[in-house]
């Protein structure tokens, strides 16, 4: 399974199945060697599911549920050991945004609560 797709330097959604959280699928998680990046990533995401709060002028900064699991999933999906680390912030409503940048290029991934995925591939 692909959790997105990218033919173009546009929005492109793909669907990310319905899921229970087991261990077989958080195994990958597991293994600090197979990808360096992962361990910030999640402890980034903790942080916003932890300290997430409505902020006056800015809105609601609380990660759902669902959208953290969905990007857990998606941590678990990348089978890249050598990708730096990504920046992973709250977006109102909910919602995560997750940038990889490598020089030039970079991969932006928009998770709302309960929708698809959404990938924005970006070239400077």
Known sequence: MTPVTASAPALTSAEVPNFYTQAAQLEKMTLADSAPWLYSALAQLRDLEELGA??????DLRVADR????????????????????????????????IWSMGPKEVKFFLLPGRPCDLFPMQG
């Open 54 to 59: 409505v902020r006056a002028g800015l809105g």
């Open 67 to 98: 959208t953290a699991m969905t990007a857990r999933l998606l941590f678990s999906l990348i089978n890249l050991a050598d990708l730096p680390v990504p920046v992973v912030s709250p977006v109102s409503g909910g919602s995560v945004s997750v």
